[in-house]
């Protein structure tokens, strides 16, 4: 599986864009790149899945490199309730795991303040 | 449609105690998934199942086993609690051909 790295945590203010990085240098070809948002007390919740160029949903976009290496996912204009963590998951079409398997990193801390 | 709901929310176990999670879904999913969440930490996935009657160990297997006996159930048992097993635990499901995954509400537990 693809390892992936992403900032531990970022902090905004209400009405800004964020953008989250994520680095997969050892990206499969066949892999996809899906991002998880997760509230306190919560199960994550899927956000939006990409594999080349920009993907975008009523939630985010997604934006991806040619070379694919890395992904950044953009919030527009933030408001304190998407204050949560976000996962960047490299791997197959299937919810963004491989092979069966779904391996969540540590994700990225987002505080928004107002 | 309930989605994935997991049985117990809460629990306290003493040392040495045995339980069973219960995960139950029903959007007919072939892929169910437990994970542990420790404080600050993200989700580590304890076993995995890609089908009825399958199952899979996954990143931190030790002090658990799981049982899918029914597409609909995925059972997750500690057989003998330990203090480092108080967490909050998930489960999750996914169908073929689908890209999200879908998670449950999440049980708390702690092992005095």
């Known amino acids: 599986l693809a390892k992936t790295t992403q900032p531990i945590s970022m902090d905004s203010y209400e009405g800004q864009e964020v953008n989250i990085t994520c680095s997969h240098n050892?990206?499969?070809?066949?892999?996809?790149i899906t991002w998880y948002q997760q509230f306190p007390s919560q199960g994550p919740r899927f956000i939006i899945q990409?594999?080349?160029t920009k993907v975008t949903n009523e939630v985010a976009s997604l934006f991806i490199p040619a070379d694919r290496k890395s992904s950044t996912l953009s919030l527009p204009r933030v408001s304190l309730s998407d204050t949560a963590v976000y996962y960047c998951?490299?791997?197959?079409?299937?919810?963004?795991?491989?092979?069966?398997?779904?391996?969540f990193g540590k994700g990225t801390k987002l505080s928004v303040k107002p | 449609n309930a989605g994935v709901t997991q049985t117990p929310k809460f629990r306290v176990l003493k040392t040495g105690q045995s339980m069973t999670l219960l995960c139950a879904q029903d959007?007919?999913?072939?892929?169910m998934y437990w994970y542990r969440q420790d404080p600050g930490m993200g989700l580590r996935l304890i076993h995995y199942?890609?089908?009825?009657?399958?199952?899979a160990k996954g990143e931190v297997p030790d002090g658990y086993n799981v049982s899918r006996l029914k597409k609909q159930n995925f059972l997750l048992g500690l057989e003998s609690a330990a203090p480092s097993q108080t967490s909050v635990y998930f489960c999750a499901s996914g169908g073929q051909g689908r890209t999200e995954a879908f998670f449950g509400q999440g049980t708390r537990l702690t092992v005095v």
């Open positions: 998951l490299v791997g197959g079409r299937r919810y963004g795991g491989s092979q069966g398997n779904l391996i």
């Open positions: 959007m007919n999913h072939e892929y």
């Open positions: 050892n990206i499969a070809t066949n892999d996809y």
């Open positions: 199942s890609v089908g009825e009657g399958t199952t």
């Open positions: 990409g594999y080349k």
